[in-house]
């Protein structure tokens, strides 16, 4: 906090109020304090649609990672348009962005830059992409006017500190847990079962041959299989096996769809056997 209030009275700042007739005893600086987040997914949020100027409509823009990558330009968003309606926001244009790069934080302190090849699922859930206009739609009300806000999302669940936050280190060896880590529980803990209850009745085991991210994930093996791995450059061979890991998630994306469903059929069974 030093440090900031000290960069006041710089050469250049000094120089620069001088230049601009401010008086160097009036100004005064807030040292803003906020506890960081693990970030899944960032980007920018316009309350006003700023390409048709539909003050009922907000725009996401939105990318895996810091939100650096996005506010700079250097890739292509996944891009959302929702509007209000009498019964809230509804989602009425989505385009997937091409992950040209993602900005990660290093545990060391910066950034680095990693190279993604090919489009994946949506950065943001749909339920968290409602959760952040309903937010946003919040800020333009308090200031009043349409905003550009900038996000983060950090996902549901347990909220812990950072996995090398949870250690005592002696010459970068870890010697010891820390004590009396704080976790606390987050809305999604309270909301789950309402979403287990949704996963339940929305996805049938019964169809499950018939879900299109199964026929992706087909797809995807058959194009795989069909390279020839000793003509591919280094690069290309990295891209390949980074693909193939997450054709693991996919699959686990599809599990965790009929999982649930046949769970509760077979508890209910149980429950039937026992009476």
């Not at 905003?147 to 669940?157: C, L, P, R, T, Y």
């Not at 992706?216 to 058959?222: A, D, N, T």
Request: aromatic residues 8%; positive net charge; glycine residues 6%.
């Amino acid at each position: 906090m030093r440090r900031c209030w000290a960069s006041l009275w710089t050469d250049r700042a000094v120089s620069y109020r001088r230049h601009q007739g401010i008086d160097q005893q009036a100004i005064k600086l807030a040292v803003v304090i906020q506890r960081m987040v693990q970030v899944e997914d960032a980007g920018v949020v316009f309350t006003a649609n700023p390409v048709t100027g539909a003050r009922d409509e907000m725009v996401v823009d939105a990318n895996p990672g810091l939100g650096d990558a996005v506010v700079s330009g250097l890739v292509t968003p996944d891009h959302f348009v929702l509007k209000k309606r009498w019964s809230g926001w509804w989602i009425v244009e989505r385009r997937p962005g091409k992950r040209e790069v993602i900005v990660l934080p290093r545990i060391e302190g910066g950034t680095e830059h990693i190279s993604s090849d090919r489009a994946r699922a949506p950065a943001l859930p749909d339920s968290a992409l409602l959760q952040l206009v309903r937010l946003c739609s919040a800020i333009q009300l308090h200031f009043g006017s349409p905003q550009d806000i900038e996000w983060a999302w950090s996902g549901f669940g347990i909220s812990a500190p950072a996995f090398d936050q949870m250690f005592i280190k002696k010459d970068d060896v870890i010697v010891q847990l820390k004590h009396n880590i704080a976790f606390r529980p987050t809305s999604g803990i309270f909301l789950a079962p309402a979403r287990l209850l949704r996963i339940i009745l929305h996805y049938n085991p019964v169809r499950w041959q018939e879900d299109t991210l199964l026929v992706k994930i087909q797809s995807h093996v058959k194009d795989l299989e069909a390279r020839e791995l000793r003509t591919l450059s280094w690069r290309e061979l990295l891209s390949t096996l980074q693909e193939a890991q997450d054709i693991f998630v996919d699959v686990g994306e599809l599990r965790r769809r009929y999982y649930p469903r046949m769970g509760f059929a077979a508890a209910m069974a149980s429950i039937s056997l026992l009476s």
